[in-house]
């Protein structure tokens, strides 16, 4: 199966970037979706965007659209995620999390929760501060 670690978390003052980057390991699959999702304390896990991994293409929850980026590293099977515009809202433990079930665009482009997701990350703190 899949394992996920992320990295480049830290604390980072409103209005600045940072980049977090989650590397795969083990058995990967063509049609592997990876996508990061963060939590605040006292909220549900939500989601912030991911990659279909054949074709590139990506998608964003409405919450970063325009500030965050999610790209890929082909040959080192590692995810990004560029976060630029930082703002305290964004505070939050950030997860990285695959599945192999993005066969198709129209598939990918539904998969926006947790359960989409079959294998995480351990999370990696991200804290903007005022």
């Known amino acids: 199966q899949v394992q996920l670690v992320e990295s480049g978390g830290g604390l980072v003052q409103a209005g600045g970037s940072l980049r977090l980057s989650c590397a795969a390991s083990g058995r990967t699959f063509r049609s592997l979706v990876m996508g990061w999702f963060r939590q605040a304390p006292g909220k549900e896990r939500e989601f912030v965007g991911s990659?279909?991994?054949?074709?590139?293409?990506?998608q964003y929850g409405d919450s970063v659209k325009g500030r965050f980026a999610v790209s890929r590293d082909n040959a080192a099977n590692t995810m990004y995620l560029q976060m630029n515009s930082l703002k305290p809202e964004d505070t939050a433990v950030y997860y990285c999390a695959a599945t192999d079930d993005g066969r198709s665009w129209s598939t990918f482009i539904q998969m926006t929760t947790t359960g989409s997701f079959t294998s995480w990350g351990q999370g990696t703190q991200v804290t903007v501060s005022s």
């Open positions: 990659i279909r991994w054949s074709s590139g293409s990506t």
